[in-house]
């Protein structure tokens, strides 16, 4: 099993004018530790799991371009790309910019939008979810088509593309990995079987997680496709505890998502600012995990 990164938290000392160093920071750090990848939301308030809307939140490819010059090897995605939040044409020139400049470590990762208030709050389109789940299987299909150097039109339900043309073209191929975020068992999952080279699926009930990955092959036979082709990734979080303390447990837990299926996990890591923090995830977990 490999690990990811999950950076879902901004709110660090020193405020916005430090905000850039400790997040290259944490990024360079992560990296030599052998972290397989980092991810930020694409949020544009703080959510409520985590803090209040006023907490510090970046835009997640601002933020991605940022860290592509800060690293070298991980690969780089959010966790997931709001649908609704950008037309699909400039959502696949955003990513492709991103593998380019990062030497081609992007992902796709994508899903169907679900934070109604702060869309209202800064004039998001927010449309009812069956929209938006039609919205999501034109866009996929959009930044495909955009990635295979098909410059022709798209005429979708939602989407008038009069013209795909990408120059210049991702360097991921055939494209950029396709990661379709969520669980819901009669689209989400559907989609994944239909499209996604990778899902990620929430890990903190281990018993509903397996149901979701019994519910994907299902979907996966529905459609033809060959469940063992698609990438697992779980969404988890890590609380090694302020002096390593809780480093077991969470050990312990990512072995029982790796009996899943799961070979990657994307996670938290609470307190990630702090000294200490990323130098137990490297020292300690990572070194487990990769035996999984």
């Known amino acids: 099993m490999k690990l990811g990164l999950h950076i879902s938290d901004f709110t660090w000392d020193g405020g916005a004018p430090d905000l850039r160093f400790k997040l290259g920071e944490i990024a360079k750090r992560a990296e030599d530790g052998g972290v397989d990848r980092i991810s930020v939301m694409d949020h544009v308030w703080q959510i409520g799991p985590i803090g209040p809307p006023e907490h510090e939140m970046l835009e997640a490819y601002t933020a991605l371009g940022w860290l592509a010059a800060k690293t070298e090897r991980v690969k780089l995605l959010t966790m997931v790309t709001a649908v609704v939040y950008r037309e699909p044409g400039l959502l696949a020139k955003a990513v492709t910019t991103?593998?380019?400049?990062?030497?081609?470590?992007?992902?796709?990762?994508?899903?169907?939008?679900?934070?109604?208030?702060?869309?209202?709050?800064?004039?998001?389109?927010?449309?009812?979810?069956?929209?938006?789940?039609?919205?999501?299987?034109?866009?996929?299909?959009?930044?495909?088509?955009?990635?295979?150097?098909?410059?022709?039109?798209?005429?979708?339900?939602?989407?008038?593309?009069?013209?795909?043309?990408?120059?210049?073209?991702?360097?991921?191929?055939?494209?950029?990995?396709?990661?379709?975020?969520?669980?819901?068992?009669?689209?989400?999952?559907?989609?994944?079987?239909?499209?996604?080279?990778?899902?990620?699926?929430?890990?903190?009930?281990?018993?509903?997680?397996?149901?979701?990955?019994?519910?994907?092959?299902?979907?996966?036979?529905?459609?033809?496709?060959?469940?063992?082709?698609?990438?697992?990734?779980?969404?988890?979080?890590?609380?090694?505890?302020?002096?390593?303390?809780?480093?077991?447990q969470v050990i312990e837990n990512l072995h029982r998502i790796a009996e899943l299926g799961f070979s990657q996990v994307h996670g938290s890591l609470k307190r990630v600012s702090e000294p200490g923090q990323l130098d137990l995830l490297a020292e300690r977990v990572i070194p487990a995990v990769e035996k999984f």
């Open 98 to 248: 991103l593998d380019v400049l990062s030497g081609g470590r992007a992902i796709l990762g994508i899903g169907a939008a679900w934070n109604a208030e702060e869309s209202a709050g800064l004039g998001l389109l927010f449309p009812p979810v069956s929209e938006r789940f039609e919205r999501l299987e034109e866009a996929i299909l959009i930044c495909k088509q955009m990635w295979s150097g098909d410059e022709g039109a798209f005429h979708g339900q939602h989407y008038q593309l009069a013209r795909t043309l990408n120059s210049p073209q991702v360097l991921s191929r055939p494209h950029p990995p396709i990661l379709i975020g969520g669980a819901g068992e009669k689209k989400t999952l559907r989609l994944v079987a239909k499209y996604a080279d990778a899902c990620n699926i929430a890990a903190y009930n281990l018993d509903e997680t397996a149901h979701k990955l019994d519910v994907l092959r299902q979907h996966c036979a529905n459609e033809g496709r060959d469940y063992d082709e698609i990438e697992k990734t779980a969404q988890t979080r890590y609380d090694l505890g302020e002096n390593g303390e809780n480093t077991g």
